[in-house]
């Protein structure tokens, strides 16, 4: 459920209130507890983009301090619309922050920046005109090339993991990410006709990276900026927020059948480890083999399923209840077992194979029977509802009416 603001003394009533002319630019900024930030930041772009280029200012608000209320006081020294969008519900995290800032801006160009004044709003106007010029769809600001620079990451081990991360999307998204050079770059401009804001399923911070990846506009330019210190408070970056970054990398780079296949395939030899750790702790305690066998192979099991939830289904999970995703799951892992020993005996008599050659063929035939199995009966939505479940979002609150009277 989203809560909308106002400027103190504004009526809002039952009429429809008029909305501003669209902006040339919405400049989106997703915000967590970010109150000794931002009015710095809409000082900021006050003094450095109404001169030079019409905006908007679109906050959208996952705090628990009091951030929507200083943007509130703030936003009426801003000669441009400001906007909060407060989110009860923080549903993907700062990228599905971003998310909904695309669904409300009204400009042909939306520029996304953090609100924590590391991104330099001076360099708004240019993203823009660059854009212009090379009929780009998306311009990225770049600390990775010529005139860039990273100085405001704090600390040689913030480097290394910015670097270690573009380096593994670059070498996993060649095609996707060619011609850009700072994946990692939470600082862009893009045209709102070159991106459908509901094919998006960010995960945490790397909105660009799930742009460009599921909504790549055809041409892309960067230009150079210097990340600069943050302003006040700390970095919300956490050893947290790199699991999920890496959750959001694996969903991103399986969201193909074949790729899917494949991980399945991957995570289904990760699961003999746990098969055979059971084992023998079931056996050494005097356990015989073939109660133990039946109950390793379910631990193997549950292995598999947490591993295939988090990395390969995470977005299709809503769908379905845990415990039904888990039980179908289970039976079509147990299935498996029971199927494999029938077709090889049908290989072995009916096509003349030999038993290794049957044994190998069972199990192909299994695996893909067993990786469409999960598909279509544990992960495909239900009939009647084939439209997906979307979770709580943010709607357009009234815009400050800031602009000098």
Partial sequence: MSQEHTVPGEVVGTEPTEIPEPGAVTIVVPTF????????LLHQITEAVPARLPCE???????TDDTPAVIEKAAQDCPFPVTVLHREEPVGGLGGAVVEGLKA??????????????HPPSLVPDLVATGERAGAGLV???????????????????IAVSRGATWLTKALF????HGISDPMSGFFAIRRSAVTADVLQP???????ELAVRSRPRTVTEVPFVFQDRFAGESKSTAQEGLRFLRHLAGLRTASPVARMIGFGLIGLTGFLPNLVGLWALTAVGMHYVPAEILANQLGVAWNF?????????????????FDRAGRFALLANADLVLRIPLIALFVHQLHLGVLSATALALVTTFVLRFAGTEALVYLP??????????????????????PS
């Fill in 105 to 118: 801006a009204t400009s042909d160009w939306i520029v996304v920046m953090d609100g924590d004044c590391q």
């Fill in 382 to 403: 239900r009939r009647g509802r084939n439209k997906p479940v979307r979770g709580s979002t943010a709607q357009q609150g009234e815009p400050f009416d800031s602009s």
């Fill in 174 to 177: 060649p095609r996707r990410l």
């Fill in 140 to 158: 990225v600001a770049s600390r990775y090339i010529k005139g860039g620079s990273r100085a405001g990451l704090a600390g040689s081990y913030r």
């Fill in 203 to 209: 995960l945490g911070y790397k909105i660009l990276l």
């Fill in 306 to 322: 947490l591993l295939i939830e988090h990395l390969l289904f995470r977005e299709r999970r809503r769908h379905r209840r845990w």
């Fill in 57 to 63: 200012v679109v906050f959208v608000d996952d705090s």
């Fill in 33 to 40: 507890n970010e109150s000794a930030n931002v009015r710095q």
